[in-house]
């Protein structure tokens, strides 16, 4: 049996406790492309479901496997990343950033800050314009 590399467990991982608190009362979905391999996520309302199905989804992001490995064990950051022109992403950057709630930060690093969801982003966004 082929030990899982650091990718398929990062997406094991997701699926394993089969809701996220993080992504509560936010629903999209997601597919990974690097090279022939496909990883799609779907949430919906915190619930999350990992496939290596090429369906469609709300955002398609085309990365090569090392830069995604290095962004689901932390030694990429998801943004920079896309700023570097490294990922791209075609359908909904929304999905794609609050995907980011759920990526490891660099090695070494200790804690984590709350996640904020973009209905709280929103609304005081609306409360200060």
């Known amino acids: ?4 590399d650091a990718i398929d467990q990062f997406f094991t ?8 608190s993080t992504f509560e009362g936010e629903s999209a979905s997601l597919r990974f492309d690097a090279g022939e391999a496909h ?8 619930a999350v479901a990992v496939s290596k199905a090429n369906d469609p989804a709300d ?17 990429l950051n998801a943004q920079a990343a896309m ?13 794609l950033i ?3 709630r ?14 904020i969801s973009s209905k709280t982003v929103t609304a005081e966004h609306a409360r200060t314009a």
């Open 83 to 95: 700023l570097r022109g490294l990922v791209t992403c075609e359908g909904s950057i929304a999905a």
């Open 13 to 20: 991982s997701l699926a394993e406790p089969g809701r996220i």
């Open 98 to 100: 609050m995907f980011q």
């Open 1 to 4: 049996m082929a030990v899982p």
């Open 59 to 75: 955002a398609v992001v085309k990365i090569t496997r090392p830069h995604l490995e290095a962004i689901v064990t932390g030694r």
């Open 102 to 115: 759920c990526l490891p930060g660099p090695p070494g690093s200790v804690g984590r800050v709350a996640p």
């Open 39 to 46: 990883w799609r996520i779907q949430i919906t309302d915190g």
